[in-house]
């Protein structure tokens, strides 16, 4: 997904994503950011909606990752070999 950076980042009430470029957006404070490609999402401290779609990111706000599309890092131990980056590209 790709949007412009001040609609990706605005900000949402929780399980109110926006539409914007295509995908659905959410940036909820305290909670997550991500988007989907509808507007359904099941956001707790991130999106739980259909484990099974490819199509969805949600990010916890407190810094450890949740999801990319249908891998699930919710179990992420530290001490795993698998460590993952979040990126945000802007210009």
């Known amino acids: 997904a790709v949007g412009k950076r001040d609609e990706v980042l605005k900000r949402t009430k929780q399980n109110e994503p926006h539409e914007h470029n295509g995908a659905w957006w959410y940036f909820t ?14 956001q707790e401290s991130a999106d739980t909606h259909d484990a099974s779609d490819p199509k969805r990111l949600s990010w916890h706000m407190n810094g450890d990752g949740y999801r990319a599309g249908a891998i ?3 179990d992420h131990d530290d001490d795993d070999d698998e460590h993952h980056t979040k990126l945000v590209y802007y210009t």
Do not use: E
């Open 29 to 42: 404070g305290g909670k997550s950011f991500g988007f989907a490609p509808n507007g359904t999402i099941c």
């Open 72 to 74: 699930d890092y919710a």
